[in-house]
């Protein structure tokens, strides 16, 4: 894996000498940070709610961490340029909670979720609006997955009278690695803004997954994900 990210980041330093001396124009290089809010659209569970009804548990939008560098080229005298990054990001989703019970007994989960942890590589093609400072972007975003992870608390007891009695022996929390159920590679859109003010650059984009996540699952189960970052620039 270290290997990789050098090699990645040896890539990246490479385009920045070809880059500038290939085309006219401006090229910097943004170290960034920030968050992410994702979702595996499409990944419902369904379950037996209870007294022969089927229930769901559906996707939901969780918080994340992304953090890397991203390339910059504006052409000379021209509105259009282009970009490399390479960045991780942290995708998944959070589920509903889920409660299933009968007269006796019950069985709660909450705060269950899957957490993705990728190493991406977005290129796009910018917009300048003129000297204003914003832009827009789009272009092709490949993904590797370097880990995944599943966690939830669960909690079991029994019913009395209609309240849940918890057993605190059968409660508590779960984790779990669950990167062997997942494809290790991952492709999608990303399109976004981006202000930029002096060297300080804000990037809000968006990711539209192509690709289904699961190994062994046929439904179309794809990365969704807002990202808000922070960055500085430094000319080259």
Same mark, same amino acid.
């Given at each position: 894996?270290?290997?990789?990210?050098?090699?990645?980041?040896?890539?990246?330093?490479?385009?920045?000498?070809?880059?500038?001396?290939?085309?006219?124009?401006?090229?910097?290089?943004?170290?960034?940070?920030?968050?992410?809010?994702?979702?595996?659209?499409?990944?419902?569970?369904?379950?037996?709610?209870?007294?022969?009804?089927?229930?769901?548990?559906?996707?939901?939008?969780?918080?994340?961490?992304?953090?890397? $560098?991203?390339?910059?080229?504006?052409?000379?005298?021209?509105?259009?340029?282009?970009?490399?990054?390479?960045?991780? $990001?942290?995708?998944?989703?959070?589920?509903?909670?889920?409660?299933?019970?009968?007269?006796?007994?019950?069985?709660?989960?909450?705060?269950?979720?899957?957490?993705?942890?990728?190493?991406?590589?977005?290129?796009?093609?910018?917009?300048?609006?003129?000297?204003?400072?914003?832009?827009?972007?789009?272009?092709?975003? $490949?993904?590797?997955?370097?880990?995944?992870?599943?966690?939830?608390?669960?909690?079991?007891?029994?019913?009395?009278?209609?309240?849940?009695?918890?057993?605190?022996?059968?409660?508590?929390? $779960?984790?779990?690695?669950?990167?062997?159920?997942?494809?290790?590679?991952?492709?999608?859109?990303?399109?976004?803004?981006?202000?930029?003010?002096?060297?300080?650059?804000?990037?809000?984009?968006?990711?539209?997954?192509?690709?289904?996540?699961?190994?062994?699952?046929?439904?179309?189960?794809?990365?969704?994900?807002?990202?808000?970052?922070?960055?500085?620039?430094?000319?080259?």
């Amino acid at each position: 894996m270290k290997k990789l990210v050098i090699i990645m980041l040896a890539l990246l330093a490479i385009s920045q000498n070809s880059t500038a001396q290939t085309f006219g124009g401006e090229t910097k290089i943004f170290p960034m940070v920030g968050l992410t809010l994702s979702k595996m659209n499409n990944d419902i569970i369904l379950t037996d709610a209870g007294n022969g009804q089927a229930g769901e548990i559906k996707p939901k939008y969780k918080f994340g961490i992304t953090a890397g $560098a991203e390339v910059r080229h504006r052409f000379n005298n021209n509105d259009f340029g282009f970009s490399l990054g390479l960045l991780y $990001a942290m995708y998944g989703t959070k589920y509903s909670d889920y409660t299933y019970s009968n007269e006796q007994y019950y069985n709660k989960i909450t705060d269950s979720k899957q957490t993705l942890h990728y190493l991406t590589i977005p290129v796009t093609v910018i917009y300048y609006f003129g000297n204003s400072g914003f832009s827009i972007k789009a272009g092709v975003q $490949a993904g590797y997955l370097l880990s995944a992870k599943g966690s939830g608390d669960y909690e079991n007891g029994t019913v009395e009278n209609g309240q849940y009695i918890p057993d605190a022996e059968q409660s508590g929390e $779960a984790s779990n690695s669950s990167t062997d159920i997942f494809k290790r590679f991952d492709i999608g859109i990303p399109v976004g803004v981006t202000y930029e003010y002096k060297n300080i650059s804000i990037d809000l984009r968006y990711l539209f997954g192509l690709k289904n996540l699961y190994k062994y699952y046929d439904e179309r189960i794809r990365n969704r994900s807002f990202s808000l970052t922070i960055g500085y620039g430094f000319t080259i």
